[in-house]
């Protein structure tokens, strides 16, 4: 199985960098996805890595080592909508339709 | 449909009474999962669907909960005898075959037990 931690809360302002980071261990790693899930709503995609190195989309970036089974998320320039739960989930070639969750990071932007 | 429906989006229910939840994958979407969300936990996986293999139940917490899915699309998840601990949120996801990558979640069915 796997074993995936990510802090649980996080704060930040405005404007300000925050980064989550993930750590995992798994028997067969074939890819690690992020995503937010704002209060109440479904769980949206954000990024995915499976090879080393960094990933970035817009404000969001995401980070993978594979041998140090660590990866982080970096949200830039954040705005009040960030705040959500983010969630790291990896992927196991031995199961490898079914993704195993963190408990997620809830963000909090203060203004 | 455009996105991954699900119903009721809140169920209060009485202990030791059933409950059916419904999950209304993306069209053409052939492999549907279903998760479940407890404060402060990770997604914990419960089922999964891909056409017409036999599902992976590996992850059903007792012979309380089965799921099944018909005409390889809406999926239906009943948890017989409700218990408190059942108290969740349960989630459906759909996906084009078992890529894993391109998951749609539904907004999820909120059921508290008391």
């Known amino acids: 199985g796997q074993n995936i931690d990510q802090p649980t809360e996080m704060t930040a302002t405005e404007g300000a960098i925050v980064q989550i980071n993930c750590t995992y261990q798994?028997?067969?790693?074939?890819?690690l996805f992020w995503y937010q899930q704002h209060a109440g709503e479904a769980p949206t995609f954000l990024s995915y890595?499976?090879?080393?190195g960094l990933e970035e989309k817009g404000r969001f970036s995401s980070f993978l080592s594979r041998s140090k089974g660590y990866s982080y998320l970096l949200l830039k320039e954040l705005q009040m909508k960030d705040s959500a739960s983010y969630l790291c989930?990896?992927?196991?070639?031995?199961?490898?339709?079914?993704?195993?969750f963190g408990a997620g990071t809830t963000v909090t932007v203060r203004a | 449909g455009a996105g991954v429906s699900q119903s009721p989006s809140n169920k209060v229910t009485e202990k030791g009474k059933d409950v059916e939840l419904r999950c209304d994958p993306i069209?053409?979407?052939?492999?549907l999962y279903w998760y479940r969300q407890s404060l402060g936990q990770g997604l914990e996986f419960l089922i999964y669907?891909?056409?017409?293999?036999?599902?992976?139940k590996s992850g059903l917490p007792s012979d309380r909960f089965s799921a099944e899915r018909t005409g390889g699309s809406v999926s239906t998840l009943t948890i017989q005898r409700t218990q408190q601990e059942d108290s969740a949120v349960y989630l459906c996801?759909?996906?084009?075959?078992?890529?894993?990558?391109?998951?749609?979640f539904g907004s999820g069915t909120r059921l508290t037990v008391v």
């Open positions: 989930a990896v992927r196991d070639w031995l199961n490898d339709y079914k993704l195993s």
């Open positions: 996801a759909s996906s084009t075959d078992r890529d894993g990558y391109g998951y749609t």
């Open positions: 890595n499976v090879l080393d």
């Open positions: 798994t028997s067969g790693f074939n890819g």
């Open positions: 069209s053409g979407h052939t492999a």
């Open positions: 669907f891909q056409g017409n293999s036999a599902p992976d």
